[in-house]
């Protein structure tokens, strides 16, 4: 991770892509495996927002896993369980995006989506009680 300046023009793309991703994660026509991995991508960049609020940037390889892990030492216990579940999600979006196509059911795709969303809430519920100048 490298030390980073962040800015609400920054976050507010962020959220842009977010909304994005948890709007398009929601069209029942595709996929699961989309789905999830959409639904998957946005819990990402709210992570992402998170650490930039705090003054960092992840960077390199592992990114993904660096950043919830980092997530989970900004926010601490008001996402620990969140971060765990990331971490699975993780590993099947690897298979996903790599490996096969068919891995994920529609209940984990529906699942991924709801934890999304409400990963959305609590993260901007973080945002504007530690970090108001972002929200």
Known sequence: ??????????????RSAVNRNLRDAGISQLSADNRFGLAYEATVLLAKMVVACSGYRVKGQGAHQTTFVALKRA???????????????????????????????ETEATEILAQAQAMQRTVEQWIAGRHPRFS
């Open 1 to 14: 991770m490298d030390r980073h300046t962040t800015s609400k023009r920054e976050i507010d793309d962020l």
């Open 75 to 105: 926010m601490g216990s008001d996402i620990a369980k969140m971060a765990s579940y990331l971490e699975r999600c993780r590993r099947k979006r690897n298979l996903l995006s790599y490996d096969t196509a068919g891995v994920v059911t």
